[in-house]
């Protein structure tokens, strides 16, 4: 799998977030997508997974000779982001069993697997809306970072951890980024202390006038 980004800007209204981007994400390589709040980090991390599209030039995904539509692309992708929201009414297993149905998890995990992995066993039957922020994000974790897809991408994935949390995180993708595209949005470095390249968008972002 392969992300490509040719000459790609995103504006909103008159008000360009950036231009001129050009990438190439390849698979096994983990990338920090790095910069100021409010640079547009999370409106890359978007368009790299095909949730928005670019206001001039291209993102195409797959290989050059198997390429991938955006309307196709999702099937292949996991994203994890503080905004993102869960559904309350469910328990932590339900909701992995849930998601399981549309992406199985890797190494055929169950759901409650799943919930071993990122420290939630006790609460698996516990309603989504009787978690604390921190056990919310490790759910989220769970979801994105072990379901067997090809492509990563996590924007601020430590948000609302402490320490352990934040340990959990770096042994999760240790052990389960190999062999994806892993991107990672954060001004943290504890969240992106091991990967290959570090992307800074201030590269992209338009000159003032």
């Not at 991938?68 to 992708?77: M, P």
């Not at 990122?118 to 919310?136: C, E, N, P, V, W």
Request: overall charge negative; charged content about 30%.
């Amino acid at each position: 799998m392969r992300i490509s980004l040719t000459e790609a800007g995103k504006r909103f209204n008159r008000d360009w977030v950036f231009r001129h981007v050009d990438l190439e994400l390849e698979a096994g390589r983990r990338y920090a997508l790095t910069g100021a709040n409010g640079s547009g980090k999370s409106t890359l991390l978007q368009l790299m997974g095909g949730m928005i599209e670019p206001s001039e030039g291209e993102v195409r995904f797959g290989t050059n000779d198997n390429p991938t539509g955006a309307e196709d692309f999702h099937r292949h992708l996991s994203f994890c982001a503080p905004y993102l929201e869960l559904v309350e009414e469910m328990t932590g297993e339900e909701f992995l069993d849930f998601h399981r149905g549309f992406k199985p998890f890797r190494e055929g995990l169950t759901a409650r697997e799943a919930l071993e992995r990122t420290d939630l066993s006790h609460a698996s039957g516990k309603q989504i809306r009787y978690y604390s922020s921190g056990m919310r994000q490790r759910l989220k974790l769970a979801q994105s970072v072990l379901s067997d897809t090809s492509v990563l991408l996590l924007d601020e994935p430590c948000t609302n951890l402490d320490e352990k949390g934040v340990r959990l995180f770096r042994e999760l993708i240790e052990t389960h980024a190999g062999g994806r595209i892993v991107v990672i949005a954060s001004n943290d470095a504890r969240e992106y202390a091991d990967c290959d390249e570090v992307l800074n968008m201030e590269s992209w972002k338009p000159l003032r006038r």
